[in-house]
């Protein structure tokens, strides 16, 4: 369920000549070269703003199906059963978007438009920084989008908390989405490398979060798997936020575990496009 088109923009001489005419030295700058990268990866969706609403296929599809089935089993009110699960599926769309994305970059590294930016005057870690901020944009749409859409239906909003869970889900993307640029990096010319590790990880982390059902009744490996599953912790984050409950542990937490990813995937990720060749 990616949240980004195929990007097939390469840069080109004249774009490296007016990046290098920034300075005076044409020397690589961090925070200009991030900033053109993001600009460059951003493109894509301002030109087809429907790739957004298509990828909203599959969590409309999880809250239209398996919604009522929740609703059923758990004999509780539909709002409070929506305010369980809403923001469940608003953590699965920042997963399964951000999961995907080192897709483009394989992509990328297939037309040659990836070797060409390596040789670019421009500092490598603004590779996977740019890539990684554009990750924030699409999912705080599509995640607004959801929430707002599931309120006619009982689901009820805390406005502050909403804005609060979307910054966090944002910082959750952006780690992940750099775990994904590198992961695309170690799969160079074995794109089944990179589909078998994504698959083979996504999954388990979505089920033993408890985003889709609850873990407290389930058998106590999968609750103690769960304690060490980060995102777990931005579930249940996300759910304390949306229900107004803004100064609990649960919230803190969650920030923690999504800044701790932030920061181990941004790392992992400028490292390995730093080693790249």
């Known amino acids: 369920m990616s949240t980004s088109s195929v990007t097939t923009s390469s840069v080109t001489t004249s774009s490296?000549?007016?990046?290098?005419?920034?300075?005076?030295?044409?020397?690589?700058?961090?925070?200009?070269?991030?900033?053109?990268?993001?600009?460059?990866?951003?493109?894509?969706?301002?030109?087809?703003?429907?790739?957004?609403?298509?990828?909203?296929?599959?969590?409309?599809?999880?809250?239209?199906?398996?919604g009522p089935l929740l609703v059923s089993s758990s004999g509780q009110p539909?709002?409070?059963?929506?305010?369980?699960?809403?923001?469940?599926?608003?953590?699965?769309?920042?997963?399964?978007?951000?999961?995907?994305?080192?897709?483009?970059?394989?992509?990328?590294?297939?037309?040659?438009?990836?070797?060409?930016t390596l040789v670019a005057p421009i500092a490598r870690s603004s590779l996977i920084l740019g890539r990684s901020l554009k990750e924030m944009a699409p999912i705080i749409v599509q995640a607004g989008v959801i929430a707002v859409a599931t309120i006619p239906f009982g689901f009820t909003v805390n406005l502050p908390g909403m804005l609060i869970g979307l910054v966090l889900l944002a910082i959750f993307g952006?780690?992940?989405?750099?775990?994904?640029?590198?992961?695309?990096?170690?799969?160079?010319?074995?794109?089944?490398?990179?589909?078998?590790?994504?698959?083979?990880?996504?999954?388990?982390l979505m089920i033993l979060s408890g985003m889709l059902l609850p873990l407290e009744t389930g058998p106590e490996w999968m609750r103690a798997v769960a304690a060490v599953n980060p995102v777990s912790y931005v579930v249940t984050a996300e759910r304390a936020l949306f229900a107004g409950d803004l100064a609990s542990a649960e919230v803190l937490w969650g920030f923690v575990a999504a800044i701790i990813l932030a920061v181990v995937g941004l790392a992992v990720g400028i490292r390995s496009v730093r080693r790249s060749k």
């Open 174 to 204: 952006m780690g992940f989405g750099a775990l994904s640029y590198a992961l695309a990096l170690a799969s160079h010319g074995r794109d089944w490398l990179f589909w078998g590790v994504q698959q083979a990880a996504i999954f388990p």
């Open 16 to 66: 490296v000549a007016t990046s290098s005419a920034a300075t005076p030295t044409g020397a690589p700058n961090a925070a200009r070269d991030t900033w053109n990268i993001l600009v460059r990866e951003l493109r894509p969706l301002a030109r087809d703003p429907f790739s957004l609403i298509f990828s909203l296929l599959q969590p409309l599809v999880f809250l239209g199906l398996y």
């Open 78 to 116: 539909v709002g409070e059963t929506l305010s369980w699960f809403v923001p469940g599926i608003l953590v699965m769309i920042a997963l399964f978007a951000t999961a995907a994305t080192g897709s483009n970059l394989l992509f990328e590294m297939q037309t040659g438009s990836h070797e060409r």
